[in-house]
């Protein structure tokens, strides 16, 4: 469980999916892990998890609309449901993978990820219509946040 998680708990594997760190057997999702830090060089950290709300949308195999600023600052757009990840993909009838440059990073994506997927689930309970912020708003926003704000959380800037 996650609560009596350890950093000794957690295993390390490399690209090839082979282990470098770590007594345990590597996540059944192995494959998922490897495919993404293969797709994306510059991941260097991957987190799968259950969470109450993507996993909603998940079994719904509906995506996380991007409707609040921080999920396209950190994640890039909308999550869609085991399609184009970016940063972030829910795996259908499953959970939700998310990747950064950092562990830091991946669990500030499974965060973000899993409060605007509440947020969707509450506003979907609602039955008023969602507005997904405009493509142009979601460009401005993540590159600001790459190129900036994410330099500034890390002291780089």
């Known amino acids: 469980g996650y609560e009596t998680l350890t950093p000794e708990d957690v295993v390390i594997i490399n ?11 590597p996540s059944s999702e192995l494959k998922v892990h490897t495919a993404i830090y293969n797709a994306y060089p510059e ?7 259950h969470s109450i709300y993507a996993s909603a949308l998940a079994a719904m195999h509906q995506g996380v609309p991007a ?25 259908a009838n499953h959970g939700a ?3 950064g440059k950092n562990l830091a990073e991946a669990l500030l994506a499974a965060e973000i990820l899993e409060k605007a997927a509440q947020i969707a689930v509450i506003c979907a309970g609602t039955g008023n219509k ?13 590159d600001f946040y790459e190129k900036h704000y994410s330099k500034r959380q890390q002291g780089e800037e």
């Open 15 to 25: 690209r090839d999916g082979e282990v470098v760190e770590g007594k345990h057997i």
């Open 43 to 49: 991941a260097g950290a991957v987190i799968h998890t």
């Open 67 to 91: 409707i609040i600023e921080d999920i396209v600052q950190i994640i890039g757009d909308r999550v869609e449901c085991a399609e184009n990840g970016k940063k972030a993909v829910l795996l």
């Open 97 to 99: 993978v998310c990747w």
């Open 130 to 142: 969602v507005y997904e912020l405009s493509c142009e708003d979601v460009d401005v926003m993540h």
